[in-house]
């Protein structure tokens, strides 16, 4: 039968386990696309991805011995160039047509057909369908070339001359096409039907595939090994999960770490591992991260999510009596909890206030000074910002957690573990009975770390973070380190989107645009360039809410609408897109918005200032008496909305202006030859325009 089901296996020497699920996703998916290319799979083809420690594979459904030929019309020159006045074969066709192993006679199968605006000669031509041997070691060579490896090494194979690049080095090769094997090479190996199981629990070192469908269940049975990256990994949440749950415990939930561990085992067996209780008095963050990135196991938490002295182990091993494999991995993490134990006792023997000093031995940047210099700023920065959200009390907290933000960084413990920074500080200041809000704010100061982080948990953090936050910003734009394309390597953009979550979803009652010019007065810097400074993170944290605003559900419209009014507090600015969509939805609203564009353009294009003042005796037609009119109804209402904030029915107020405006724009010429006529009817717009637009460009909404 020549559409059977095929299987590739490279099998290899232990893979990064980082990498590993990337690899196997790549190396299945390319070699699929490969294929469909070549047209050896069908529509129903479907592909299955193995990925283990020691082999990637890759298991596809109906792939054909040979592809289908094809028609394919091959355009050959212009008729003009091609035939002659009478229409004989020009020497210039003859010599395309033997190039291509042809003679004259072919010239009566040509046809012509239109190419452009010329006619041209077509040539149909049945090409050959791919034949599997070579579609399949054009996929293999494909999939291994496009592989995301991080890093690759060069080594010799078994003939001790040649010498070929790969990620690690590689011992078999399967490629089966049903049962039959396909001849293909690679990496200096020939494709077979044989693999080799688990390196331990194998019943044979070989094993023999059937054919491709039996593999998994091979591998399974015969070579000790769960061939699926997802069916290990669930395996593993299986056992995880019943081990602790005898325990009365549960294991902590780390995707990371699971796809790290499924990637270090070919049949996971999880055992439980303890270890002394005196332990537990190091702070838990620390004792957590010391298992889980070093030992690659599951600390057990109890019900209160409070670490417990026991963890879980996933072994690569099924022995009869686990115990000598539990008491060696138990012997194995007891001096890194001694470790941190020791560098917890030792850090509290300093105050942090004491640490201050050292920070300035630290560089921050070498033109922005130490990290006591910009401790300096920030604390500075974040006074000004807790004085302004809370008064005296709020900005003397602030001031102090500044000051020892950053100080565990020169703590043993956070030079060990770099994750625990501002965790570490929190814990040293709760020890030395420093107030709580004032310790949480050392932790908090980081936050948000990234999308969907948590914001800092008191005023005393949002303060210091605000402030932490705009001295990296402003000062790396200050000296014109700014991102480029993807290239960000302070983490900019992060920094930006952590200010604008804070101000809108803080609510908090912070001017930015004065906040930004603030932060850049506690820098050395030269005057003339402030106003571009200010203007250009403006622009960099008004292009990264833009797109946070459209990612949460805004539209392009809706957001240039508020944003290109420039508002002063970003905290209004959820407000003023609800009242817009709101407003949308009005029946009356397209002709507004339009009228609204229409107003823009005239205004636009007078010269000089266009007060927004009407004189009521130069009102000569009914509609602008009538607009007038209705101005003078529905603009008090629309700004006493405004002012108390409710933007919503503030734009409501403005449906009643749609006939008058329509009617005005029917019957009045604005540009009267009268200059005072058209002084008084710009005048008139103008007060419309004003009132429109307080609580978003309407204009942006027209079509």
């Known amino acids: ?34 294929l469909k290319l070549q047209g050896l799979s069908t529509d129903n083809s479907v592909v299955t991805s193995f990925a283990t420690p020691r082999r990637l594979a890759a298991h596809i459904t109906s792939i054909e011995a040979q592809a289908k030929d094809k028609q394919i019309s091959q355009k050959l020159m212009p008729v003009s160039v091609g035939l002659d006045a009478k229409g004989n074969a020009t020497p210039a066709l003859i010599k395309r047509l ?79 096409h049903g049962s039959d094997v396909v001849a293909t090479s690679v990496l200096g190996l020939n494709a077979s039907n044989q693999t080799q199981g688990h390196r331990f629990e194998a019943a044979s070192a070989n094993v023999v595939i059937k054919n491709a469908d039996s593999y998994a ?10 061939a699926s990256f997802a069916e290990r990994r669930a395996e593993i949440v299986r056992q995880l999960t019943t081990a602790a749950a005898k325990e009365g415990l549960k294991p902590i939930d780390d995707d990371a770490l699971l796809d790290e561990v499924t990637a270090l085992v070919e049949r996971p067996n999880v055992l439980l591992g303890q270890f002394e209780e005196i332990y537990l008095e190091v702070p838990q963050e620390c004792l957590i991260l010391t298992m889980k990135a070093n030992q690659k196991y599951f600390p057990l938490l109890d019900s209160n999510n409070k670490l417990t002295n026991k963890f879980l182990i996933v072994s690569n091993i099924c022995p009869a009596d686990p115990s000598a494999v539990i008491g060696g991995n138990e012997r194995v993490v007891r001096p890194r909890l001694a470790d941190a134990k020791f560098f917890f006792d030792q850090d509290r023997k300093k105050t942090l206030e004491s640490r201050i000093t050292s920070l300035e031995k630290v560089v921050y940047h070498n033109k922005l000074g130490s990290q006591g210099q910009r401790t300096e700023r920030v604390s500075a920065i974040a006074i000004a910002i807790g004085k302004q959200l809370g008064g005296a009390d709020l900005a003397a907290k602030a001031g102090l957690a500044a000051q020892l933000a950053k100080t565990d960084l020169i703590t043993d413990m956070v030079g060990e573990f770099p994750e625990l920074q501002g965790i570490m500080g929190r814990y040293y200041a709760q020890h030395e009975g420093l107030d709580d809000e004032v310790a949480f704010a050392i932790e908090d100061h980081y936050k948000p770390r990234f999308a969907g982080d948590d914001l800092p948990r008191n005023q005393v953090g949002i303060s210091v973070a605000l402030a932490d936050k705009l001295e990296t910003l402003v000062g790396l734009f200050s000296i014109g380190e700014k991102p480029t394309g993807d290239k960000d390597p302070f983490a900019l953009r992060r920094q930006a989107l952590g200010i604008i979550r804070m101000l ?27 106003a571009a400074t200010v203007q250009a993170i403006k622009e960099f944290c008004f292009d990264r809410l833009s797109v946070n605003l459209r990612e949460n559900g805004a539209t392009a419209q809706e957001v240039d609408a508020v944003l290109s009014l420039d508002p002063a507090l970003l905290s209004e600015i959820p407000q003023r897109l609800t009242a817009v969509r709101t407003f949308a939805e009005l029946a009356e609203a397209p002709a507004l918005a339009a009228a609204n564009k229409r107003v823009s353009n005239i205004l636009k294009k007078v ?79 103008a007060t419309l325009h004003q009132t429109m637009n307080r609580v978003a460009d309407l204009s942006k909404l027209a079509s």
Request: charged share 20%.
């Open 504 to 530: 809108i979803e803080g609510k908090l009652s912070l001017a930015f645009e004065p906040l930004i010019q603030d932060v850049l007065s506690a820098f050395e810097h030269d005057a003339a360039n402030t």
């Open 217 to 226: 269940e091979q591998l399974k049975t015969e070579g000790a090994v769960i």
């Open 98 to 176: 033997n190039g291509m192993g042809l003679d004259e006679a072919a010239v009566s199968q040509l046809s012509k057909q239109m190419d452009g605006k010329n006619e041209a000669l077509f040539l149909e031509v049945t090409q050959k369908g791919a034949v599997l041997n070579d579609g399949l070691q054009k996929a293999i060579e494909e999939a291994i070339q496009k592989l995301p490896i991080p890093k690759v090494m060069t080594y010799q194979l078994a003939d001790g001359w040649s010498s070929v690049n790969f990620v690690r080095p590689a011992h078999g090769l399967i490629a089966l």
């Open 607 to 685: 010269e000089g200032e266009i007060q927004a003042q009407v004189n009521v005796s130069l009102l000569q037609e009914p509609a602008e008496i009538a607009l007038n009119n209705a101005l003078i109804s529905v603009k008090p209402e629309a700004d006493i909305q405004f002012e108390t904030g409710d933007y919503t029915n503030s734009l409501k107020a403005l449906a009643a202006l749609k006939a008058p405006v329509d009617d005005f724009f029917d019957n009045v010429m604005v540009n009267a030859e009268d200059a005072a006529l058209k002084a008084n009817r710009l005048g008139l717009l």
């Open 1 to 34: 039968m020549s559409q059977q089901n095929l299987l590739v296996e490279l099998f290899v020497e232990e893979l990064p386990p980082k990498a590993l699920k990337k690899l196997g996703e790549s190396f299945s998916s390319t070699l699929f696309e490969t």
